[in-house]
């Protein structure tokens, strides 16, 4: 999520029992691997520089968010919570917790813990947005867009943000909203045609056909290989009786 990635920035002043030997080495390739999707190999690193450094709660929160990404959700949860005991104050620790509760649909909770974020810093996108995620999968869509707005008003290039009010923009019937929101993300990234195909979609409920099959043509003269917009021209065609 849009989200944050990385966890704890390495500092040695905040992390002082971080040994420069072995637990070290371990610590930075893990964090380095954790940065590339190597997500076992991370956390099998994280637990040798915790035989080194047993306290050290950047390495906690490092290896939870490593068995968070696993899916291993008890185990990342009870790491957060020995990291934090730790190191209270650490916000991004609090955040990948309330997503671990959210992917366990623990919503309550994980809306308490980025409440307590915002508490600290109002201007939190991660937590603003992962109170939007959970809005929207309560079925809470005006809340979704309240909250992504937010959040679009710190970050307003998010492309993850923007496809979230989207949604939520569409769930309510909000279909000019929403191929506003489609325009703001292909400006970002024009090549997306899951994103031309949603755009398309609406113009086509609003009965705008030939706008509709404006985009899917102009779409499928650069990528004739997407069969879903060659479906969904198929339906703009058929809609004008052009059989």
Not at 85 to 98: C, I
Not at 204 to 211: F, K, Q, R, S
Request: proline share 3%.
């Amino acid at each position: 999520a849009g989200g944050e990635s990385g966890g704890f920035a390495y500092d040695p002043r905040r992390s002082a029992r971080l040994s420069l030997g072995t637990g070290w080495a371990y610590g930075k390739r893990g964090k380095a691997y954790s940065m590339t999707g190597r997500y076992e190999e991370a956390a099998a690193d994280f637990d040798r520089a915790l035989i080194d450094n047993p306290d050290d709660a950047w390495v906690m929160a490092e290896r939870a968010y490593a068995l968070g990404e696993l899916g291993r959700h008890d185990e990342a949860l009870a790491g957060f919570d020995a990291a934090l005991a730790l190191n209270p104050g650490e916000l991004w620790a609090r955040n990948q917790r309330g997503k671990v509760l959210v992917e366990c649909e623990r919503h309550d909770e994980a809306l308490a813990e980025f409440d307590a974020v915002l508490a600290v810093d109002p201007t939190n996108t991660y937590a603003l947005s992962m109170r939007g995620m959970v809005a929207y999968q309560q079925g809470r869509f005006a809340d979704c867009v309240r909250e992504v707005d937010a959040a679009l008003a710190l970050a307003p290039e998010d492309a993850w943000l923007l496809s979230y009010r989207a949604a939520a923009n569409s769930a309510l019937g909000r279909r000019r909203e929403a191929i506003s929101d489609y325009d703001r993300m292909l400006a970002l990234d024009p090549q997306r045609a899951d994103w031309h195909f949603f755009r398309a979609q609406h113009y086509l409920a609003l009965g705008e056909i030939e706008t509709a099959l404006a985009v899917c043509d102009a779409v499928l003269a650069e990528q004739p290989d997407v069969r879903y917009l060659r479906h969904l021209r198929v339906d703009c065609l058929i809609q004008q009786g052009r059989y």
